[in-house]
Nanobody, 119 residues
């Protein structure tokens, strides 16, 4: 059984910052990729940023230079530092981990945390 638990969402004014965290727990052998996706109302879920265990990261073009993803492999933890937030960043943010368990390799998702950027 694998669980991903996100924290750190909330309401912030435009130009503000938030930090999201996600911890994976359970019968995990090794985590490969961890990252963040988001889904705004009426929109498809989209990749925000993800990283492999070596720290190589991918970012959505619209968040480059504003968001920073970081990993703590020993803790199966991924953070997303979000700066200069814009109203269009408003969405439910989901953590995703691609990892190995005793049952094999698979993708796991958190339940999501709401980020609202509004004045």
């Amino acid at each position: 059984q694998v669980q991903l638990v996100e924290s750190g969402g909330g309401l912030v004014q435009p130009g503000g910052s938030l930090r999201l965290s996600c911890v994976a727990s359970g019968s995990i052998f090794r985590v490969n990729r961890m990252g963040w996706y988001r889904q705004a109302p009426g929109q498809e879920r989209e990749l925000v940023a993800d990283s492999n265990s070596g720290g190589s990261a991918n970012y959505r073009e619209s968040v480059k230079d504003r968001f920073i993803i970081s990993r703590d492999n020993a803790k199966n933890l991924v953070n997303l530092q979000m700066n200069s937030l814009k109203p269009e960043d408003t969405a439910v943010y989901y953590c995703k981990a691609s990892l190995w368990t005793i049952g094999g390799y698979g993708d796991y998702w958190g339940k999501g945390t709401l980020v609202t950027v509004s004045s």
